[in-house]
């Protein structure tokens, strides 16, 4: 089974903090997302990657940026943390497209509080 | 850009009762249609997914239909159990734009004993 791990459940920042969010995958996927997901918006992407290094904006990328140094590991960084930042994060990861669309897997999410 | 909208955004069904979970979609290169389920304080896990080849795919209680014409696909639940109570995401992937997939808003199922 496709296992993604994001290293914390929940998360409490301050405004202002530079914050982040750790997320690894252990079956050598090369895309991997991330996503935040608020009640009545379902889940929007911020950013997600093809490879390391590489780095693709998705819909709501402003206030956020990515590494992705090894390919199992992909990290979201919140530059200075603001409170409409609070919310529930999920990472993913899933094979490159090839032939067909291949599902995402999910790990289990980061519920981040700005105060 | 791609929307994807969901309906209805909460659903209750009495247990045993079938539910139907409806979305639909703009773009017509859309060609893969997940579905998601998420439990309470858990990832959203897929369930069963559809790609625009094929009309209908069934997984013992669970179905789901889609048409291309009408840009709309749907999710049935048979035979519930107390167990289905959850979150449900639909979502729908275009091909040859690196795997990213836009969701609908989720529909909370309940169902009660």
């Known amino acids: 089974d496709v296992k993604v791990t994001q290293s914390s459940r929940y998360l409490v920042k301050r405004t202002g903090e530079k914050v982040f969010l750790e997320c690894v995958q252990d079956m050598d996927h090369e895309n991997m997302f991330w996503y935040r997901q608020d009640p009545g918006l379902g889940l929007r992407l911020i950013y997600f990657s093809y490879d390391v290094k590489m780095k693709e904006k998705g819909d709501i990328p402003e206030g956020y940026s990515v590494s992705r140094e090894k390919k199992e590991r992909f990290s979201l960084i919140l530059e200075s943390a603001s409170t409409n930042q609070t919310s529930m994060y999920l990472c993913?990861?899933?094979?490159?497209?090839?032939?067909?669309?291949?599902?995402?897997?999910f790990g289990d999410g980061t519920r981040l509080s700005i105060l | 850009g791609e929307n994807v909208e969901q309906h209805p955004s909460t659903l209750s069904v009495q247990e045993g009762d079938s539910a139907v979970i409806k979305c639909t979609y703009s773009d017509s290169a859309s060609n893969y249609f997940p579905w998601y389920k998420q439990e309470l304080g858990k990832g959203p896990q897929l369930i069963i997914d559809?790609?625009?080849?094929?009309g209908e795919k069934k997984d013992q209680r669970i179905a789901v239909t889609l048409n291309k014409t009408a840009k709309h696909f749907s999710l049935h639940i048979t035979e519930t159990q107390p167990e289905d109570s959850a979150v449900y995401f639909c979502?729908?992937?275009?091909?040859?734009?690196?795997?990213?997939?836009?969701f609908g808003q989720g529909t909370e199922l309940s169902v009660k004993p």
């Open positions: 559809i790609r625009s080849n094929v």
């Open positions: 993913a990861s899933s094979p490159p497209v090839l032939e067909a669309n291949q599902p995402q897997h």
């Open positions: 979502a729908d992937m275009i091909y040859n734009q690196g795997g990213k997939l836009i």
